[in-house]
């Protein structure tokens, strides 16, 4: 057992706890450990292919499924999808390392959401400062963007477009959809390519853009390839974690420890250490130090289906280095009262030589659950995600399906789309039928969050408080998409990266 001191340690070195670690290491009176599951690979010359090259693939999540960079979680979608595939990253930068590099922003309203909840320093006023620090927006140039940040952003643009690409946007407008050139402005909607965060197809993960700043600190620490077990707890102060690391059980204490170890991680590591429901703690032999109903409870995500194509016979499919160059299309279903609640991205893949609208839903009514199954901090909790159990989840994703269909129609596509692949006819005939094939075919959009949601101390279903701090616990914050009370209608990738950012201020004003 290994013994050591510091004044903060940060578990995960993923999109927010990279970026909280960097930041708070800039006051060189506070010596920081950030701690991460995975390996770490000091410079970009070591980063392995599948990690440095967005989309070499051709893929979502251009990674090995089975791979020592992945978590490899698997969930319940629906009762109709019960193996569905969770990757989360696990190496410095965790999942900015691995994913699909759209760097989407929450819009306005989903901050007076939250401080609607009672977090009133998450408003869109107060966090647009730390949206503009993060980034380094290659193509815009006014009040609602940063320009020197440490995470790249650049668009594809209109002369540089895929055809499949330049055919989506001329089919959405053609339906009355309106053009943006900005995702992230915010009052934007309509369709336009995302913004993306892989400047000549690399992906910029939080290991390039913020560790690289603070690797030389003679006041930070990062300690790759070390598992973290549990929360060290005493008389409900906090003083240090235990960690694997060597095949060796470790003890490191510190005067405040930040979980980032993101959506499952977190709330899996306060369970692991006491904090959660009695009932499930004690089935599994975890002694309970606080009855927590909100750890785990909530968990949101955007529910996801893909309407698919085959391509023409003679079209020449885009290269498979050539991607990302996904367009997107941001609207609000019809009926609804909440602005850009449904979105839907057009992307190929050039080795099935098909093309795909996902139709995805934001602002989904219906909340999974997060469980601990075993006191064993290598078994994954049971993650049962609730997709679509909402009617009008289901309503908005058959509209957005049938949309996506009449969108595919467009003589744009002539040349490129043959004949439709999946759903089927018969899957089209009824509400009934495209339901079922929603229920089996829906997953996630890799966007899990709030499963220890912020909220006033009075409230019995919040875990952590607007400044990240666990009810109850001394010296015990939380800072990753855990603690949203919903999850955000972007990519969560920004959103996280703001987290760390954010809460950073909170420790260090």
């Not at 994703?397 to 089927?424: S, T, W």
């Not at 996280?496 to 004003?509: C, H, K, L, Y």
Request: aromatic share 6%.
């Amino acid at each position: 057992m290994v013994n050591s001191s510091y004044d903060v340690i940060v578990v995960g070195a993923g999109s927010a706890g990279a970026a909280l670690a960097t930041r708070i290491s800039e006051d060189p009176s506070i010596n920081v450990l950030l701690v991460e599951a995975g390996p770490d690979y000091a410079n970009f010359d070591e980063l392995p292919d599948e990690i440095r090259q967005g989309h070499a693939t051709g893929t979502d999540l251009a990674i090995d499924p089975n791979g020592v960079h992945n978590w490899a979680f698997t969930a319940k979608a629906t009762p109709l999808h019960t193996e569905m595939a969770v990757p989360r990253g696990k190496i410095t930068g965790g999942t900015s390392a691995i994913n699909g590099q759209v760097y989407l922003r929450a819009i306005p309203e989903d901050f007076d959401m939250w401080v609607a909840d009672g977090n009133d320093e998450w408003s869109y006023d107060k966090l647009l400062p730390y949206m503009k620090k993060l980034e380094n927006d290659l193509d815009i140039f006014d009040q609602y963007h940063g320009n020197d940040g440490p995470i790249v952003v650049r668009r594809y643009q209109a002369d540089e477009l895929e055809p499949d690409q330049a055919a989506f946007i001329e089919a959405a407008t053609s339906a009355g959809f309106s053009r943006t050139n900005d995702h992230n402005h915010p009052a934007s909607s309509g369709v336009g390519p995302l913004p993306l965060n892989n400047p000549d197809g690399i992906r910029w993960s939080t290991a390039l853009g913020y560790l690289t700043m603070a690797r030389d600190r003679s006041n930070f620490t990062i300690s790759p390839d070390s598992h973290t077990t549990r929360v060290l707890i005493e008389n409900k102060n906090t003083v240090g974690i235990e960690y694997e690391k060597n095949s060796e059980v470790r003890q490191v204490f510190a005067d405040e420890v930040v979980l980032s170890a993101g959506p499952i991680g977190s709330p899996h590591l306060l369970m692991l250490s006491g904090l959660g429901r009695k009932e499930q703690l004690e089935a599994v032999g975890v002694e309970v130090i606080a009855d927590m109903r909100g750890v785990g409870q909530n968990l949101r995500d955007h529910p996801s289906a893909a309407v698919r194509w085959h391509a023409e016979d003679d079209f020449l499919m885009p290269d498979v280095d050539a991607g990302p160059q996904k367009t997107a299309l941001r609207y609000t279903a019809q009926g609804s009262e909440s602005r850009n609640d449904m979105i839907t991205v057009m992307r190929w893949s050039s080795p099935l030589r098909e093309f795909i609208m996902s139709a995805g839903l934001y602002l989904a009514k219906a909340a999974g659950e997060l469980r601990l199954v075993s006191s064993d901090s290598h078994t994954q909790p049971e993650l049962d995600y609730h997709l679509l159990d909402h009617p009008y989840d289901r309503e908005r994703m058959r509209a957005g399906v049938r949309m996506q269909i009449e969108l595919g129609e467009h003589p744009a596509y002539k040349g490129i789309l043959k004949e439709l692949k999946d759903p089927l006819a018969a899957d089209l005939e009824s509400d009934e039928a495209l339901d079922n094939w929603l229920l089996s075919n829906t997953s996630t959009m890799h966007h899990i969050s709030c499963t220890a949601r912020m909220g006033a101390d009075d409230d019995p279903m919040s875990v952590v408080n607007q400044y990240g701090q666990v009810h109850g616990i001394e010296g015990l914050r939380v800072a990753d998409l855990s603690i949203l009370p919903d999850c955000p209608r972007a990519n969560t990738n920004s959103p996280a990266m703001m987290i760390g950012e954010r809460v950073a201020d909170f420790m260090v004003p």
